[in-house]
């Protein structure tokens, strides 16, 4: 059961009352936003700080599934190591070598008991990161194990995602960072056991805030995505929750708007509402019908004119060769695909090619824009201590 399911709950409610009298959820007051903010090294690397000091979704529990396994990937220019511990939980430390800097696994993923850098041999337990074997060890003065073990990153699995935390900030949990409200949500979705059916990655030369931008964007989908998202999803209908750090943004699709259009009852809402999940500050979750769709989008740690952006499908392990749910999943991929690759992308990177030009001027976001509003102003009060 999802939260919109409980009764209590009136956004289909609202959402109705907006489709029939052309209104939508609005913020207090439209937004202004410097342009430099998407152009500016100075801001960029401010933002990167803050990407470090706050937990992020850097994967998922299922790619390490067994004690022993372990996966390795760069996040934010840092190279990790993420293991499934003997004990079941999780762990990361960082992919350099103590002595001089080499990597010390190479692989995508495996099963292993320690890691070796092969440059020099220095050897690494997988779950502390632990120094354990230096060869010719008798021609170094002093090297004192308990110092020279991997960094290590606080990892914590919630919801089947792994979230890390570069602040190594020991006392902040997921459940608290995230709040009642989201974990509501995403306990709904079933991720715990969801495993990943689609993983892929984008780089383009655009401002990760515009990418995500036109991801949680309401306004565009008619405009932009005429013969395709644009007649599923409504344009400028949509109920805002705020839910703090995080935010969730309620759309009909064009099939309620017929219908109320055509004098229908409406029956069984949520059939007709989409969501969409803002997990701060650069993922969104995204409920289907028979998929959840994972958003992360990265700055590049040095060029604030280029970003990555990895989509995910995730779904429950028993949709695993059902052809019918497979095939859904595929067309729901062709659809996002097409949209994303020939019309969202496109358009950000004229915009970032725009703000390139035109540094000094301000983007607009009127009060019928919450979700890009929220991205912002939380930027705002984090970077800027704004209100």
Not at 29 to 46: G, N
Not at 105 to 132: I, M, P, Q, V
Not at 223 to 249: C, E, R
Request: with cysteine; net charge negative.
């Amino acid at each position: 059961m999802t939260l919109l399911e409980q009764p209590e709950n009136d956004i289909a409610e609202r959402i109705v009352e907006h489709v029939r009298n052309g209104t939508t959820d609005l913020a207090p007051s439209e937004l202004r936003v410097p342009i430099s903010h998407f152009i500016s090294e100075e801001r960029l690397a401010r933002e990167m700080e803050l990407l470090r000091r706050v937990p992020i979704i850097i994967g998922r529990g299922s790619e390490i599934p067994d004690s022993g396994t372990f996966i390795t990937r760069e996040v934010m220019g840092v190279p990790l190591i993420i293991v499934r511990k003997g004990d079941g939980s999780t762990a990361a430390h960082v992919n350099v070598c103590k002595h001089r800097g080499g990597r010390v696994e190479e692989d995508d993923a495996g099963r292993k008991r320690f890691f070796t850098c092969k440059y020099h041999g220095w050897s690494y337990s997988r779950d502390g990161g632990d120094l354990r074997g230096v060869p010719y060890d008798e021609f170094y003065s002093n090297v004192d194990r308990t110092c020279h073990g991997l960094t290590q990153v606080k990892v914590e699995e919630k919801h089947g995602f792994l979230w890390a935390d570069f602040s190594n900030n020991q006392e902040r949990l997921i459940d608290d960072w995230l709040g009642d409200e989201v974990n509501a949500q995403l306990t709904s979705f079933g991720l715990e056991d969801a495993v990943i059916v689609l993983d892929k990655s984008f780089t383009h030369d655009i401002n990760w805030k515009i990418v995500l931008d036109g991801a949680i964007d309401i306004l565009h989908p008619k405009f932009l995505h005429p013969h395709s998202v644009g007649k599923m999803i409504a344009t400028n209908t949509n109920v805002w929750m705020d839910y703090g750090l995080h935010g969730q943004v309620f759309s009909p699709r064009v099939k309620m708007e017929k219908l109320i259009a055509d004098g229908e009852q409406i029956n069984g809402a949520w059939r007709l509402i989409s969501c969409n999940l803002f997990v701060y500050p650069n993922s969104m979750v995204i409920h289907a019908p028979d998929h959840v769709e994972q958003w992360t989008v990265w700055p590049d740690p040095k060029v604030p004119g280029r970003s990555t952006t990895q989509i995910r499908f995730l779904a429950a392990p028993e949709h695993i060769g059902d052809e019918r749910m497979e095939a859904r999943m595929a067309k729901s991929w062709e659809i996002l695909e097409d949209a994303a690759v020939n019309e969202d992308w496109p358009m950000e990177l004229n915009i970032q090619r725009g703000a390139e030009v035109t540094p000094g001027g301000t983007f607009l976001y009127g009060r019928n824009e919450q979700p890009c509003q929220h991205l912002h102003r939380q930027l705002a009060r984090d970077l800027d201590g704004a209100e």
